[in-house]
């Protein structure tokens, strides 16, 4: 049985369509049939982010509106045949995402896939609360840091009360992603500690992602950390995310990027 | 920077936490109940709305709460040209002296 996901947030900038991205490569490569979607209608970047923006030819909101069919619309990844991605439309007209088209999608996508990934935009409106509307787990991506957690945890009392799981009185199961966690400024005080984050939102950890070079240089390039640098920290990380939600127990660790001894002595990252 | 600020340096998060922790909670009371009020005030206007006249913009429901009771109030502002109008079928007065 598929299961959907929604990637949400409510904060802008913290690491959704990142995460939507490395997972999916992630669940992927464990052998998964993935497909990725791309709910920030006006603004899409999932495509961006996946290497795959010069493929769009038709997008989620011409297959609601019946100009394309689903399979026209769905785009296979070039690396790995299991993955696949539903872009998001430019459009500006903001209705133009209805429950009943996203409902359709998705009770298709959920019959040729095991993972329906949905990449909410940020925010409240319309497109977050339809990315999750369908959902059976969410992922909170959250940063260590006040207005990313108070976020965070408004999402959650959304998810519990504005999904058609939670309308039927079942529950929608989450996940805390804690991403660009830095363990020495953490230490010093500087920075919420995971334990903080978590005394706060009361919600199950999924991974601690670290703060890392590797992750601006895969969207330079269009391709998830789990792609390009399946050793760097990120990834480990995400791949251990991946696991645990196909149900394996791992335990939790904060992955760094390996570091040679001269970067280990001189390279404390400036700012 | 100066000596004591560097002395200083390194224990904002806690700062973190504890706003955090004294936001969220005053913020997670105010949302069970403003979703409850929400649909009070919907319904309470349907229903008076089906007898007489009202302007929703006229119309206030509120809760105070107390450590043992809340009072739950709610104050519909009726025109003093009371109309009735017809209910389901059935010809009904309201019976309502604007105060």
Redesign the interface.
Known sequence: MAKVVVVTSGKGGVGKTTSTAALGVALAKLGQNVVIIDFDVGLRNLDLVMGAERRVVYDFINVTQGVAKLSQALIRDKRLDRLALLPASQTRDKDALTEEGVLSVITSLRKMFDWVICDSPAGIERGATLAMRFADEAIIVTNP??SS??DS??II?ILD?KTVRAERGERVAKHLLITRYDQAR?A??????ID?VLE?LSTPLLGIVPESEEVLRASNLGAPVTFNNPGSGPARAYFDAARRLLGEDIEMTIPTDKQSLFGKLFGRRAA | MNLFNFFK??????V??D???I??AY??KG?GPS?LLFILREEILAVVGRHVEINPERVTVQMDRGDKVSILEVEIEVPNTVRAQPGGGRKKRAALRPA
């Open positions: 840091e006040v957690v108070r945890d408004r009392g009360a953490a010093r005080g500087e920075m919420l500690t903080d706060i | 340096r390194g224990g904002s998060a806690p973190a936490r706003r955090l922790q936001l969220l913020e997670r949302q979703e």
